[in-house]
């Protein structure tokens, strides 16, 4: 195994990588600089969007450039012209919160977590932005909603409330979006007080960055520690398997100064590990 940190420009808050096989291209953001990253490995292209409010994800569309969640909602980003326009705003608004974590199912429709603006109180949840554009909320409750993800087989919603320190676990309807059955998948006070971004590999071993731990865990789907990789960082955000053999974990990190701590030379930047003995699966479109 080799942890390398990528040639690219370090980040106040890196997170949300998102690897498109057909392009093969690492997608990523910056949630405080409200900027959207691509990098291409082969060309070393790298471009940059802006976005006038603070980023908590992103996803590609099937029919071209991506969906942004923003504070107040998703908007639609164009790559061509860098115009960012609303698309499903939260109705109705809440001041204190704002949008966080999300992925693409394998139906198409983009699940995202939100979050007390301060992290504080437990009015974030769990939500689902349909193909035909519409959101429906799929948990309540949460502080901090963070790294959604599935199971190969589409059954398994794998979310977490960053700051209880748990992974949740919920039974998961494809073909309708619904969840059912939330309970403790994982804790990972142990490793470090906040589960951040995640992604799933073939076998079903879920990967998740430990933020304040230092640390990238790799968990079977019955919830026990498979590895543990020691990160030259300590606030890996997230992670997302990419590369032409969707071999290659890239992790993005967040240079702490805005939380009042004097940061390290590498804090902020993205790495990747190689020779994990792992493979991804290609990260789906959203469809709407």
Known sequence: MRITQLDLPLCQVGEGPVWDVAERALYYIDILEK???????LSGEH?????????GSMALREGGGAIVALVNGIHTLNFQTGAVEPF?????????????DGKVDRAGRFVFGTSHRKAQEPIGGLWSLGTDGTTVQLDSGLILGNGPCWSPDDKTLYHADSMRHVIYVYDYDLGTGAVANRREFFNSSEYGPIPDGATVDTDGNIWVAIC???????????????????????????CMFGGPELDLLFVPSINPAFLGRTPQPQE???FVIEGLGARGIPEPRYAG
């Open 268 to 270: 902020g930047a993205t």
């Open 35 to 41: 900027k959207v990253f691509r990098w291409d490995p």
């Open 47 to 55: 471009r940059t969007w802006n976005v006038p409010d603070m980023i």
């Open 212 to 238: 304040e731990g230092g640390v990238v865990l790799c968990l079977t789907p019955q919830g026990k520690v498979e590895r543990v990789i020691e990160m030259p960082v300590k606030c890996p955000a997230s």
């Open 88 to 100: 499903a705003l939260m109705d109705p608004a809440n001041p204190n919160i704002q949008l966080a």
